[in-house]
Structure formats: C-alpha cells, structure tokens
C-alpha cells in the first residue's frame, strides 16, 4: 500500500502524524508546492485511508493517570467464541488503551492506564477478573517511560 504514495505524500503524512493542526497552506509552505494542490493531496491521502483520524493527545500524569501497566491474559480455555468475548469485553474497558492477541505463552497483552496502585488492583480484581474466560494475569508494571510515541518511521518509506 505504501507504493501508492510519492515521496511528497509520504512527507505530507509525517508532517500530519507530527502535528494535525497544521492548516494545508502551512504545509504546502513547508513543501514549497501552492495551497491547492496541497489540500487535493492531502484529501485524496485521507481518502484512501491513509489517515484514520485526528485526535489530541492528552497527558496522562496531569490527568492524574500515574500508572502504566502491561497485563498479560491468558483465557481458560481457547475457542473462537471465548476470544470474541474477551475481545469485545476489553473493548468496553476504558483503562485498556491496547490491547494485542500474543503469540507464546500468553493470548493477550492489555496496556492499561491507572491513577494508581489501588485504581489498577480495582480493575484487576471487579473487572478484568470477573469475566469468566479469563483463567490468569500477570502484572507488570512499568517504571520509567523512556519513549512513547504514536508516529511511524516513514523516514523508511522513502
């Protein structure tokens, strides 16, 4: 799918992923290109799909979400309808804010977000654990954030 975008638009999406306030004039500035074609560019990228959506990103700690805790789940027994359930159930979770199906040891691994130690163990305990296909967790709690980032190497895409 990356072979349907030019250079320019590859630019243009890491332009976007870095700041999607950026109006399409500033852009086609920073391309050297004019406005229009710019905004056509930028449409039909959207359009294709290539941009999801536009969100903000909050912080968390000022929001008062100090932990981040990696979960890994494993289901009492394995069966399409199990991971449908698990899967649609996590959905609902508003401290899950990933979740991925994993291969190995475990079948799922949760990114959740908690104020605290006794917020985490709340959910653990009345939410995550009370669905009946979930037979074990893991906690592991992470320490210092070193990176976090939601942009994609398109620097490899060129």
Same mark, same amino acid.
């Given at each position: ?8 638009? @590859?630019? $243009?999406?890491? $332009?976007? *992923? ?12 920073? +391309?050297? !290109? ?10 039909? @990228? =959207?359009?294709?799909?290539? &941009?999801?959506? #536009?969100?903000? +990103?909050?912080?968390? =700690? #000022?929001?008062? !979400?100090?932990?981040? %805790?990696?979960?890994?789940?494993? +289901?009492?027994? &394995?069966?399409? *309808?199990?991971? =449908?359930?698990?899967?649609?159930? %996590? ?13 190995? &040891?475990?079948?799922?691994?949760? #990114?959740? %977000? ?7 163990? %709340?959910? &653990? ?15 592991? $709690?992470?320490?210092?954030? $070193? ?12």
């Amino acid at each position: 799918m990356a072979t349907e975008l030019s250079k320019q638009d @590859i630019t $243009i999406l890491d $332009i976007l *992923q870095k700041d999607a306030s950026k109006t399409s004039t500033e852009i086609a500035e920073t +391309l050297n !290109m004019s406005q229009s074609p710019c905004w056509r560019r930028i449409n039909r @990228i =959207e359009q294709a799909g290539f &941009v999801r959506k #536009k969100v903000a +990103l909050l912080d968390r =700690e #000022k929001l008062g !979400m100090e932990l981040v %805790v990696f979960t890994t789940v494993n +289901l009492t027994t &394995v069966g399409r *309808q199990y991971l =449908e359930d698990f899967e649609d159930a %996590v959905r609902t979770l508003p401290e899950v804010i990933e979740c991925y199906t994993m291969t190995g &040891v475990w079948d799922y691994m949760l #990114k959740v %977000v908690a104020k605290d130690i006794r917020h985490y163990e %709340v959910f &653990v305990r009345e939410r995550l654990l009370s669905l009946p296909m979930v037979g074990e967790t893991h906690s592991h $709690i992470a320490v210092t954030e $070193i990176k976090n980032t939601t942009e994609l190497p398109l620097d490899t895409q060129l």
